[in-house]
């Protein structure tokens, strides 16, 4: 199973709005609604984001929103604070009891 | 929110077996499901496998019957075991609680890098 294509990097101003796309298959993304994203500082371990396409964990602001659109799932951050640069990675289900990721974004926020 | 910590040794030759454990406290194994994931310097994350406290196990296909997990109720930890290790098994292995459902992972460990060398 390959894994999900997703941009290496994206930027924004303290304030601004910016979204992470992350591209799969009918047989991942399109085919099933077990997206999750994480967000990873460097040397830190990923903190879930996002889950089930849409869905936020409790404590995670209501700034990071998740969407999909066929064989494409989103993350939006809006309202960019400076402790949102890090690196985002995007997961789905697979089917076939297989789970992959997508290569990261490294954002910015300048 | 549980705890997990990931244990073994940071330095396997070639072609002999890694063996990493993750102790989980907190909370008890015995609800959840538990992944073991990795992450080569520089690069994504890749999903191993995940294990229920009964022993059910499922693994990543790409990684060809090289792996093994296990539970251990008693002491609240479970396994991990990759054998016929290469260059390309170096990364920074990770052990997660996993949620609702074992496909998005709520806690982490802090990571253990595992190099592959002689």
């Known amino acids: 199973q390959s894994a999900l294509t997703q941009p290496p990097s994206a930027s924004g101003s303290p304030g601004q709005s910016v979204t992470i796309s992350c591209t799969g298959s009918?047989?991942?993304?399109?085919?099933?609604?077990?997206v999750s994203w994480y967000k990873q500082h460097p040397g830190k371990a990923p903190k879930l984001m996002i889950y089930?396409?849409?869905e936020r964990p409790s404590g995670v602001p209501d700034r990071f929103s998740g969407s999909k659109s066929g064989n494409t799932a989103s993350l939006t951050v809006s309202g960019l604070q400076a402790e949102d640069e890090a690196d985002y990675y995007c997961?789905?289900?697979?089917?076939?009891?297989?789970?992959?990721f997508g290569g990261g974004t490294k954002l910015t926020v300048l | 929110q549980v705890q997990l910590q990931e244990s073994g040794p940071g330095l396997v030759k070639p072609s002999e077996t890694l063996s990493l454990t993750c102790t989980v406290s907190?909370?008890?194994?015995?609800?959840?499901?538990w992944s073991w994931l990795r992450q080569p310097a520089g690069s994504g994350l890749e999903w191993i496998g995940r294990?229920?406290?009964?022993?059910?196990?499922i693994y990543n296909p790409s990684l060809k019957g090289r792996v093994t997990m296990s539970v251990d109720t008693s002491k609240n930890q479970f396994s991990l075991k990759l054998n016929s290790v290469t260059a390309a098994d170096t990364a920074v292995y990770y052990c997660?609680?996993?949620?609702?459902?074992?496909?998005?992972?709520?806690?982490w460990g802090q990571g253990t890098l595992v190099t592959v060398s002689s």
């Open positions: 997660a609680r996993g949620g609702e459902r074992w496909l998005q992972f709520d806690d």
């Open positions: 907190g909370g008890s194994i015995r609800s959840y499901y």
């Open positions: 294990i229920y406290f009964t022993g059910n196990t």
């Open positions: 009918s047989s991942d993304i399109g085919g099933y609604n077990y």
């Open positions: 089930d396409v849409s």
């Open positions: 997961s789905s289900y697979a089917g076939s009891n297989n789970l992959i």
